[in-house]
């Protein structure tokens, strides 16, 4: 009994260090990434909140971002580049560190309940071990759904962030209007009350959903094909990892695009612009603004911007949580 009682108490104090090295790592990937590609964001941002471009203007999309490019420069200077990094750390640090503690707790569980079609049989050592920095692994569906729960759960709490990170990066606001992440939240809820907070959440669930469940069976699946070809352990080759995080983000942008566009675009657009009130911002009447606005052509603005943002962060979120728990480990 003695010794039962003290590999529980181990196996405690290894889950407890798991959950503490998973959450560091991953906070530190999200800082690192949000940090370095901030400005892809913010151009990506400044491009899709544009109204009547393709219908009045004959811009191409490069020219476009060259125009965002200068006036950024020209208003603030380099450092306008950065302009809403804060809200994004505030957002994506806490948020990757969250995100990644919770699909590894999930495809954890996932594995041990041995759940049917969404486990792996025979992956339970994996998973029960947690000696390496392997996820435990599962189906296709299993990293589908896993991957969209986590990814969702975490969206819905930090909306109100993400509302006034769009806000920053946005130029129909002016700076001054939004001195501080305090302020910025209250002149939202003054706006459209605690709604407000969560405008764009049901385009951003549709956008997350399907992009961090296409992301995570993509990421895996390459990760094990490419580890096949390279005769050598998935998780333990950085070209492996880098390669497979640059493939899954860039395929789940792509198939995501449209309602990223419609999330920008009912964060940032003022209700004046749109002739209705600030509640009345729904994904339908977005849908329909953007399309007899602008077209379906603006369905792809900042898709380029977007999919180098995407995969470049992915690449370097996956690089540093991989082998940072497997250099933690060690």
């Not at 151009?43 to 971002?65: A, N, V």
């Not at 060259?66 to 020209?74: A, D, L, P, T």
């Not at 990760?223 to 880098?242: C, H, P």
Request: hydrophobic residues 40%; proline residues 4%.
């Amino acid at each position: 009994m003695p010794s039962t009682a003290s590999e529980s108490d181990a196996g405690v104090q290894q889950r407890v260090r798991s959950a503490i090295k998973t959450l560091g790592v991953g906070g530190f990937a999200g800082f690192t990434s949000c940090v370095i590609l901030q400005p892809f964001d913010l151009l990506k941002t400044r491009m899709q909140q544009e109204h009547g471009y393709l219908r009045d203007f004959p811009e191409s999309r490069t020219q476009r971002l060259k125009r965002n490019f200068r006036q950024v420069i020209q208003v603030d200077g380099w450092r306008g580049l950065w302009r809403g990094t804060v809200p994004t750390i505030v957002r994506n640090v806490p948020g990757v560190a969250a995100y990644f503690y919770t699909i590894n707790e999930l495809r954890w569980l996932v594995a041990v309940w041995q759940v049917p079609l969404l486990s792996v049989h025979g992956a339970t050592q994996v998973a029960t071990s947690q000696k390496s920095s392997k996820l435990a692994r599962l189906s296709t569906t299993g990293n589908l759904l896993t991957g969209a729960a986590a990814r969702v759960a975490i969206g819905f709490f930090l909306n109100p962030i993400t509302m006034v990170k769009a806000r920053y990066e946005s130029s129909h606001y002016a700076r001054t209007a939004y001195p501080s992440i305090a302020s910025s939240l209250r002149a939202i809820y003054q706006e459209a009350g605690f709604s407000g907070f969560f405008r764009g959440f049901s385009a951003t669930a549709l956008r997350d959903a399907p992009y961090a469940g296409l992301y995570l069976a993509v990421y895996e699946q390459t990760k094990q094909s490419l580890g096949r070809l390279t005769l050598q352990d998935r998780s333990g080759n950085a070209w492996v990892v880098s390669a497979s995080g640059l493939t899954a983000g860039t395929l789940a942008t792509i198939f995501t695009q449209p309602f990223d566009i419609l999330k920008t675009r009912m964060q940032t657009t003022p209700s004046s612009m749109l002739n209705m009130p600030a509640e009345k911002i729904g994904i339908v009447a977005m849908t329909r603004h953007v399309l007899a606005t602008d077209g379906i052509g603006a369905f792809a603005d900042g898709l380029g911007l977007r999919c180098a943002r995407k995969a470049a962060s992915g690449m370097i979120a996956w690089t540093i949580f991989e082998f940072g728990n497997r250099w933690y480990s060690s």
